[in-house]
């Protein structure tokens, strides 16, 4: 069984100079030939253009305009601490590199955002109290919800 994370990011950058930076953000990390996906230890990365729904639902609720969808898909009994430690990571790398951006969603549920040059990690549903030592640079704790 596997957990599954979004990071939709925006970006100049198209797919595959994302799929490119993203195995030198992370020790570790190899890229699958014959899948195109990122292997970590724990976590399959993939990397898509983002679909015009996700841009729409990312605008609207966020007021961030997604270009690209990082997907972290965590093995949920094998390495599972290890691939969420490497999915944050690789997600504030990745925004902070090309200085972008973006927003990491676990099963739609927000869990950090940058927006700005500033990040916010959430305190609403499933915050994780271990998270903002994951993330380990300035940041802010508040409420992620959705414009409504």
């Given amino acids: 069984m596997a957990l599954d994370y979004d990071l939709r990011v925006c970006t100049s950058l198209d797919v595959s100079q994302i799929r490119n ?3 030198t953000l992370a ?3 190899k890229t699958s030939q014959a899948s195109g996906t990122i292997v970590g230890t724990g976590v399959v990365i993939s990397v898509s253009p983002e679909s ?3 841009k729409q639902i990312t605008k609207e609720n966020y007021g961030l305009e997604s270009t690209a969808l990082v997907s972290f898909r965590l093995d949920k009994f094998d390495g599972f601490e290890e691939g969420l430690k490497t999915t944050v990571k690789i997600s504030l ?3 902070r590199a090309a200085e972008c951006d973006g927003l990491l969603l676990s099963n739609d549920i927000p869990v950090l955002m940058r ?3 500033k990040i916010v990690v ?3 549903p499933g ?3 271990g998270l903002p030592l994951l993330v380990g640079q300035p940041h802010t704790i ?3 919800s959705a414009k409504k």
């Fill in 21 to 23: 930076l993203l195995p």
């Fill in 27 to 29: 020790a570790g990390l």
């Fill in 52 to 54: 015009e729904l996700g």
């Fill in 93 to 95: 790398s990745l925004l």
């Fill in 115 to 117: 927006k700005e040059g």
């Fill in 122 to 124: 959430n305190s609403g």
């Fill in 127 to 129: 915050f994780w109290p």
């Fill in 142 to 144: 508040a409420s992620l």
